[in-house]
């Protein structure tokens, strides 16, 4: 499956406050979601999964919700700082890792 | 820890010649590892799917004799970019698939990225 976005929606936020980065996925069959996080010129990196069997799951810092009903998912990261500003994509697949689908990522901006 | 490497980072080179990007998974096997391809402010876009001993499995609208893929260990993956031109410049990246598929430990790790530009 292939994902392209012409415009990447942006999230600016103060540094300390919360950041809510919300995804809409497609397949009612999806049964894994991962956030990745990707600095510029960097690859993206795990942040934090969850299967569809979930409604919530929390790392360090950061909160998956999984709303299946309508198909939405978001992260929540708590204390925003610096070091949070990059873009985000959420990625679906189903039968858990045979193909994924990327959304179009959000780029969140920390502001000072 | 799973880490997969990417080699070159950046490669620049003229039109017309091949180039070779190698991706590794350094502390674990992959049966498959995917490759895909990142413009400016865009998402990611699946090229193939690359699966160990077999040939790759392409994404429509990408050419197969252009963007060859080899997979021919469990920790290596290489794409070759045969006769560059200057719409092939972008960033590409892989991935490789930690566990065996289909199951719910399975994780994709990405590489680092190779920035390609093709003079």
């Known amino acids: 499956g292939e994902s392209v976005g012409l415009h990447l929606p942006t999230l600016s936020v103060q540094e300390g406050d919360n950041s809510i980065i919300n995804c809409a996925y497609s397949?009612?069959?999806?049964?894994?979601f991962i956030w990745y996080k990707q600095e510029s010129g960097k690859g993206p990196q795990f942040i934090i999964d969850?299967?569809?069997?979930?409604d919530k799951r929390q790392g360090q810092r950061v909160t998956v919700l999984l709303n299946k009903t309508v198909k939405h998912l978001s992260l929540q990261i708590a204390a925003t700082q610096p070091g949070d500003s990059a873009v985000y994509f959420c990625?679906?697949?189903?039968?858990?890792?045979?193909?994924?689908?990327f959304g179009p990522g959000t780029r969140l901006s920390v502001l000072p | 820890g799973a880490v997969v490497s990417q080699h070159p980072s950046w490669v620049i080179c003229k039109s017309g010649t091949s180039v070779k990007i190698e991706c590794r998974s350094l502390d674990f096997q992959a049966t498959t590892m995917f490759w895909y391809r990142q413009f400016p402010k865009q998402s990611l876009m699946l090229m193939a799917t690359s699966n160990e001993g077999s040939k790759a499995t392409y994404e429509q609208g990408v050419e197969k004799d252009k963007f060859l893929i080899n997979h021919a260990s469990l920790t290596l993956s290489t794409l070759t970019v045969t006769s560059a031109h200057p719409e092939d410049s972008s960033f590409y990246i892989c991935s490789a698939l930690k566990g065996a598929g289909g199951t719910i430990t399975d994780t994709q790790y990405f590489g680092p990225g190779t920035r390609l530009t093709v003079l």
């Open positions: 990625a679906e697949t189903e039968n858990y890792g045979q193909n994924f689908v």
């Open positions: 397949n009612s069959a999806s049964d894994y």
């Open positions: 969850i299967r569809s069997n979930m």
